[in-house]
C-alpha cells in the first residue's frame, strides 16, 4: 500500500516536472546538451542542460556539479526517482522566484564565473538538493526547504573543493563589481562551509528572523538560520546520526507534506534522543543564543597544593539570549543540571586542561578550581558546536587579558586598502 | 612621437624625483595611518586563538573578519573581503564605476588628501618641468604660492564631475543601459556596459585633463584662475588624441601594476605571505602608483612644453600652448 502511494506520488512529480520545464521554457532560447550520468549506486540518468548562448563554457562545470551531487545526495537522503533531470539557466536579470518542479532545476548562472570561485557549483548543488527537499519531500514550510538545501549544498561544495584544489574548503571569496558583470576570486580569502558555506552571516545581521514571514526579504537569514541549526546538530550528534535522521525525512516523506514539527519527530525517532528542546527553539521561537565567558580570576588561597601554594581560580560563564543549548527536554530536578550539552575548557599555566560541561539554562554559572597553578584562559563551546551561538568572540577569556594584537593584521589590511581609495580619489583632485 | 616623447619624459623626470614621491607616499602614511589606528581601536579585543591568521602563513579566515568587522562599529561596513590584496584595486576603481558612494572613513581621508595635493600641485609641476632638483625651498615656495588657486581648480572640477556623476552617469547606467541591455545575453549586456563606461571614462579623463592642464598652465607664468581653466579647455580640444592617448598609455600601465600586485597575493601551494610581506608588497604598490601619478603629470608637463616651444617658433615670443594646432605645426 505504501509503495503503491510512493509510486503514485513519484507519477504524479514526473509529470508535473513537464509542467515546470516548459515554465521555465520562456527563459530561453537556449543552448541543449545532453550527458548520460552513470552514477555511484549504479543508476543511469540522462542530464539536459538548457544553457544561455554565452554560458556554453561553463558546461562542464555544471556537469560535474550535477554528478556530484546527485551521488550525494543519492547516498545520504535517498535515490533519485527520476531519469531524466533538466538544469535550465535562467535569463539574466530574471527576477521571477526558482521554481521547485520536479525534474526541473533552474540555476543562475554568470557569464564570467571565476573557477576557483564554486557559486555557480553551490547554485547546481542547491537547486538538485531542492529536488529532494521541495520536490520528492514536500517541504511545507519554507524556510525548512531552503535550510536543508543550503546545508546540503556545503557539504557538496567541500568535496568538490577538495576534489579540485586538494583543500577542505568551501570556495574563494568572490567580489563581484561593474554592476556585478565582473568577478574577482580572492586566492587569500577560502571560505569555510561551515560558516560562509551555509551563508551564516545572513543569520548573525538577522537573529531573531521570524521563520514563519513569508516575505522575500528575510529569506536568507532564514535559510541561514536553519542552516545553522543543522551544522550545529551534525557537531553535537554527529554527521552520521544527522545523515540517519535526514535519511529517514527523505523516506518517510516522499511524496508527502512534510512540516517542520514532522520534520522535528523523525529526527528525534531517527537519531534515538529527543531533539524537541533544540527544534523548538529553533523552529518556534526568535529566541537568540549567546553564551559567553564573563569572568576570570585567579587568586592565592594561602594553603598549599604539594611543593607550592595553591590558586584559587572563578570563572563566570553566562547566557545572554533568550534561547538555552541545555541537550535534553528533561527539565532539571532541584538544584542538579540536566544536560551537558555546553563545554568549558579551563586551561592552567602549566599547561593542564579541564573540561566542564553546563546545560546552559541558568543565566550565569560560576565554576570554582583549587590548583598549584592559575587559570589562564576559560573558553566556552571550544569545539564551536553551537553554530548559532550570535557572538563568537565573548566565548573566550584569558589572563593577562587579551591584546589587540591579534586584530592588528586586519587593521594593517584595512589601512592598505584606505591607501588605496586615497589613490583612486585623488583621480578627481 | 610627440606623445612618445612626452611619455617617455614623463617617465624620466618621474623617476628623478623620488623625494617628491617619496613625500607624498609620506602625506599618504600621515594620513591613513592615524584612521589605520582607529580601526584597529574600534576592533573588539579577542583572544589570539580565535584568530587563526595572526603572523602565520595559513589563509586568514573570513568567518572571523565576520565576526571582527561585526563589532567594528562605524568602520564594520568597510571590513569586507574587499580590502585584500589586489581586491582593493578592483573594488575601489569598481566603485567609481559603478558610482558607489563611498564609506565616511574614506570621504574623510580624500578629503585631507585633496588638500596635501592642493598644496603639492605647484611644487610638483615646477618640478617635473625643470627636470632636476631645483632645491627643497623652491619646491615649498611654489607649492604654497599656487594653493590658493589650485584649491579653486579643484573645487570646480569637484563641481564637475558631481555633475557627472548626479546626471550623467545615472543616465548613461540607468535608462540607457536598461534599453541596450533587457531581454539580451549577460555577455552583450557586459559589453554595452563597458561601452558605456568607456563614453563616461573618456569624458572623465577629458575633465581631468583639462583641470591638470590648467593647473600646468597656472605654474607656467599664467596665473588667472578664470584663463587658466579657458587655456587647460584649449589645449585639451586641440590636443585631444594625444591628451588621451598619454591617459590611456597610464591607464595601461596602471593595469599592468595592479596585475603584478595581483601576482604576489598568494603563495602556491596554498599559504599567504607573511604580515610583514603584505605590509611590504602593499605599500612598495602603493609608492608605484603615485610614481605612475607623477609620471603622468611629467607627461603633461612635456607636452605642454612641447607646444609651447613650437608655438613660440611659429608665432614669436607671444606663442602659448594652447594656440591652435595649425597655428603651431603640432597635429
Not at chain 1, 566556552?380 to 566565548?395: G, H
Not at chain 2, 614621491?21 to 602614511?29: C, H, K, P
Not at chain 2, 579653486?152 to 557627472?164: C, K, T
Not at chain 2, 611629467?298 to 607646444?307: F, I, M
Request: aromatic fraction near 10%; glycine fraction near 8%.
Amino acid at each position: 500500500m505504501r509503495r503503491a502511494a510512493l509510486v503514485f506520488a513519484l507519477l504524479a512529480l514526473a509529470s508535473m516536472g513537464g509542467r515546470a520545464q516548459s515554465s521555465l521554457q520562456a527563459e530561453g532560447p537556449f543552448e541543449e546538451r545532453r550527458e548520460t550520468l552513470h552514477l555511484d549506486s549504479g543508476a543511469t540518468l540522462t542530464l539536459r542542460l538548457l544553457l544561455q548562448p554565452d554560458h556554453v563554457g561553463h558546461a562542464d562545470r555544471i556537469i560535474d556539479a550535477a554528478r556530484e551531487s546527485l551521488n550525494q545526495y543519492g547516498a545520504w537522503f535517498s535515490p533519485y526517482p527520476h531519469s531524466l533531470l533538466t538544469i535550465v539557466d535562467r535569463r539574466w536579470q530574471s527576477t521571477n522566484e526558482d521554481p521547485v518542479e520536479a525534474g526541473a532545476v533552474p540555476i543562475r548562472a554568470h557569464w564570467l564565473q571565476p573557477e576557483r570561485s564554486l557559486t555557480l557549483e553551490a547554485d547546481v548543488a542547491r537547486g538538485i538538493a531542492r529536488q529532494w527537499w521541495g520536490g520528492i519531500v514536500q517541504v511545507e514550510d519554507r524556510f525548512l526547504a531552503d535550510g536543508l538545501a543550503e546545508y546540503a549544498q556545503s557539504r557538496v561544495l567541500e568535496r568538490l573543493f577538495d576534489r579540485r584544489h586538494q583543500r577542505v574548503n568551501y570556495s574563494l571569496a568572490e567580489v563581484r563589481v561593474f554592476g556585478d558583470l565582473v568577478p574577482w576570486a580572492i586566492r587569500a580569502l577560502r571560505l569555510d562551509r561551515q560558516t560562509q558555506g551555509i551563508g551564516r552571516i545572513a543569520y548573525r545581521n538577522d537573529p531573531a528572523v521570524d521563520l514563519r514571514d513569508k516575505r522575500r526579504l528575510p529569506r536568507a537569514a532564514q535559510a541561514a538560520k536553519t542552516a545553522a541549526a543543522l551544522v550545529t546538530l551534525e557537531r553535537y550528534l554527529g554527521w552520521p546520526a544527522l545523515q540517519r535522521g535526514l535519511a529517514a525525512s527523505a523516506r518517510e516523506f516522499a511524496g508527502k507534506p512534510m512540516t517542520a514539527k514532522a520534520f522535528a519527530a523523525t529526527m528525534s525517532n531517527a537519531t534515538d534522543r529527543d531533539l524537541s528542546w533544540f527544534f523548538d527553539q529553533v523552529f518556534s521561537s526568535r529566541a537568540v543564543f549567546d553564551y559567553s565567558v564573563d569572568g576570570l580570576t585567579s587568586l592565592r588561597d594561602g594553603n598549599t597544593c604539594g611543593a607550592a601554594s595553591c590558586y584559587r581560580s572563578t570563572v563566570i560563564v553566562g547566557r545572554k539570549g533568550a534561547a538555552t543549548f541545555t541537550g535534553t527536554a528533561t527539565p532539571p530536578v532541584g538544584e542538579f543540571e540536566s544536560g551537558r550539552a555546553l563545554a568549558i575548557e579551563v586551561t592552567f599555566a602549566d599547561g593542564q586542561k579541564v573540561l566542564d560541561y553546563w546545560d546552559g539554562r541558568a543565566p550565569s554559572k560560576s565554576l570554582e578550581y583549587q590548583s598549584a597553578s592559575p587559570v589562564v584562559s576559560a573558553r566556552i563551546d571550544p569545539s564551536r558546536t553551537l553554530l548559532l551561538d550570535l557572538n563568537v568572540l565573548n566565548n573566550v577569556l584569558t589572563t593577562p587579558p587579551a591584546s589587540r594584537r591579534a586584530t592588528l593584521p586586519w587593521a594593517v589590511r584595512w589601512t592598505t586598502w584606505l591607501q588605496d581609495a586615497m589613490q583612486t580619489a585623488a583621480f578627481f583632485f | 612621437m610627440l606623445m612618445l616623447t612626452a611619455w617617455w619624459n614623463g617617465i624620466v623626470s618621474a623617476l628623478r624625483a623620488p623625494l617628491m614621491a617619496m613625500a607624498i607616499y609620506v602625506m599618504l602614511i600621515v594620513i591613513a595611518v592615524p584612521i589605520g589606528a582607529l580601526v584597529h581601536e574600534q576592533l573588539p579585543v579577542v583572544e589570539a586563538r580565535l584568530a587563526p591568521a595572526v603572523e602565520t602563513p595559513t589563509p586568514p579566515d573570513a568567518d572571523w573578519l565576520e565576526e571582527v568587522a561585526s563589532g567594528a562599529g562605524l568602520f564594520s561596513a568597510t571590513l569586507t573581503p574587499a580590502i585584500f590584496g589586489v581586491a582593493a584595486p578592483i573594488t575601489n576603481i569598481g566603485a567609481v564605476i559603478d558610482a558607489r558612494g563611498w564609506p565616511l572613513p574614506v570621504i574623510i581621508a580624500a578629503v585631507a588628501y585633496a588638500l596635501c595635493w592642493a598644496w603639492l600641485w605647484g611644487g610638483v609641476i615646477f618640478r617635473l618641468r625643470g627636470r632636476h632638483n631645483s632645491g627643497l625651498t623652491a619646491f615649498v615656495g611654489e607649492a604654497t604660492r599656487h594653493m590658493p588657486r589650485m584649491i579653486v581648480v579643484s573645487l570646480i572640477g569637484l563641481a564637475a564631475y558631481a555633475g557627472m556623476f548626479l546626471a550623467l552617469h545615472p543616465l548613461l547606467f540607468g535608462p540607457v543601459f536598461r534599453s541596450l541591455a533587457s531581454g539580451g545575453l549577460e555577455r552583450t549586456a557586459f559589453f554595452w556596459r563597458l561601452s558605456l563606461a568607456a563614453i563616461f571614462g573618456v569624458a572623465l579623463v577629458l575633465v581631468a585633463q583639462v583641470l591638470d592642464f590648467a593647473r600646468v598652465s597656472i605654474v607656467f607664468g599664467r596665473p588667472g584662475l578664470i584663463g587658466a581653466m579657458g587655456r587647460g579647455l584649449r589645449f585639451v580640444r586641440r590636443h585631444a588624441l594625444i591628451v588621451l592617448a598619454l591617459a590611456l598609455i597610464n591607464g595601461l600601465l596602471f593595469a599592468a601594476l595592479v596585475a603584478a600586485y595581483g601576482a604576489t597575493e598568494f603563495v602556491p601551494g596554498g599559504s599567504v605571505p607573511r604580515l610583514w610581506k603584505v605590509i611590504l608588497i602593499g605599500q612598495a604598490y602603493l609608492v608605484a602608483r603615485i610614481v605612475l601619478r607623477l609620471a603622468g603629470i611629467g607627461a603633461q608637463v612635456s607636452v605642454w612644453e612641447r607646444a609651447e616651444t613650437l608655438a613660440r617658433h611659429s608665432l614669436g615670443e607671444g606663442g602659448s600652448a594652447d594656440q591652435p594646432a595649425s597655428e603651431t605645426g603640432d597635429r
